[in-house]
């Protein structure tokens, strides 16, 4: 495979961006590939900067701009399904427009494509630089995914696919959801690299923790129906134990939890797919390469 688009979401984060796509070019100008970078301006409320004065080895840069504002993942979601209603027929490779998915990944990426064209490929963080509190929350968002789903997601959007995935990965809404649930739960085989993940290149996190939990939950409105089956054979336990004083305490509380819970990623699940890709292209306003001016789409 010769050609490779890389789909950047992006929300106010050029500064990172004038960083970013420096050494995206630095790490593959001697892979001799035809490389494009589509950046998907996630209705940014900043002003756009981004000045290259060095020439790039990419067949093009170009910037997808929103009308609205509907998140890195539904973002991602158009920019696959403008892809596909293109034809596209390259690889394609996802990454955050942070610098915290590590570019020097990106020539092992394209050799993986080269032996394993039809794989999906994620790229699997195997250490964090956040503090102590963030990595023990999210140890503690596996451990739940792991417990409500069996999957084991230590992946964020930096990954690989063919374009025979597209068909699969936006047949349903799973992709609104969560990016990492969707490819867990359409693509059971897939192959693995690790990264260690990278500070910022620029600015602040935009992330919260309540932007995280939701998140979290996103990835379990995937699994849904996985969820309410293993919350229920939970409290079966719990129930089946409650002539225990302690286990009694643990059902009517488990219970009520629970409950809540589930009710909760059902309406995440509800609220996201209300989101129809067929209408995403219509949240377009232009279509921007950074050499040749602008266009509609």
């Not at 067949?59 to 403008?82: D, P």
């Not at 936006?170 to 897939?190: E, H, M, V």
């Not at 995937?222 to 409290?235: A, P």
Request: contains cysteine; positive net charge.
């Amino acid at each position: 495979m010769n050609n490779f688009v890389i789909l950047i979401p992006s929300y106010n984060d050029w500064d990172s961006l004038s960083v970013l796509i420096p050494k995206i070019h630095h790490v593959i100008k001697d892979l001799e590939k035809n490389v494009s970078i589509i950046i998907i301006n996630d209705a940014s409320t900043t002003k756009k900067n981004l000045i290259f004065k060095d020439k790039f080895c990419f067949k093009k840069i170009e910037i997808l701009n929103l009308l609205e504002n509907v998140k890195a993942q539904k973002a991602i979601a158009t920019a696959l399904y403008r892809l596909k209603k293109k034809n596209y027929n390259g690889g394609i490779i996802i990454m955050d427009a942070d610098g915290q998915d590590d570019p020097d990944k990106l020539p092992e990426i394209i050799r993986h494509s080269e032996t394993n064209p039809e794989t999906v490929l994620t790229v699997n963080r195997s250490k964090r630089k956040e503090g102590l509190l963030f990595k023990v929350l999210y140890e503690m968002h596996l451990l739940m995914t792991y417990i409500f789903t069996f999957k084991n997601l230590r992946f964020g959007v930096y990954s690989y696919m063919n374009p025979i995935h597209l068909n699969k990965i936006l047949s349903n809404n799973d992709l609104c959801n969560a990016f990492a649930g969707s490819i867990a739960r359409n693509f059971q085989n897939r192959s693995i690299i690790y990264a260690e993940r990278k500070e910022r290149l620029m600015g602040e996190s935009k992330n919260s923790y309540i932007n995280l939990v939701y998140y979290s939950l996103s990835i379990l409105s995937v699994f849904k129906y996985r969820v309410l089956i293993h919350t229920l054979i939970i409290l079966l336990i719990f129930f089946l134990l409650s002539n225990i004083k302690i286990f009694s305490l643990f059902f009517s509380i488990g219970f009520t939890v629970l409950s809540c819970f589930n009710m909760l990623i059902f309406l995440i699940n509800f609220r996201n797919n209300k989101f129809y890709l067929e209408n995403s292209l219509d949240n377009v306003e232009s279509i921007e390469n950074l050499t040749h001016g602008s266009s509609n789409i």
